[in-house]
């Protein structure tokens, strides 16, 4: 019997500490989970207004290019029209090669930031 008081006093014991040191892996969880939606709110962020601008070049690129064409053929449809032949070559490209040049890199830049934030300094796997 002696045992059982033993491993009941040890366990009333270390109650507080068994709950203080859940709290704080909890705590930690909760840290790390406001750092990695940080994280992807800051590059969410980021990805919007390289977008836009990306998007306002283009117009502006296509606005001079179109212009430059037109002076060159002497009509502004046909000017135009190769412009936009041109985007539309560039749209068919990038939907057809989007595996290759987005989603596979993207899967892999996703799955190494998760990786390298799994990893604690000093543990190896």
Known sequence: ????????????ENKK?????????????????????????GYFIWIIISLFLLFLLTIF????AGFWLSEIT?????GFGLVTLLIVIKIIF???FRKNLFV?????????????????PGVEK
């Open 104 to 120: 596979n890199p993207i899967i892999r830049n996703v799955i190494d930031r998760v990786s390298d934030e799994d990893e604690e």
């Open 17 to 41: 500490l068994v709950r203080e040191y859940l709290n704080a892996r909890l705590e930690i969880y909760k840290l790390k989970i406001i750092r990695i939606l940080s994280k992807a709110a």
């Open 94 to 96: 990038l939907a057809l």
């Open 74 to 78: 002497g009509s502004y449809v046909l």
């Open 61 to 64: 690129l296509g606005l001079v």
């Open 1 to 12: 019997m002696p045992e059982t008081e033993n491993l009941g006093s040890f366990v009333n």
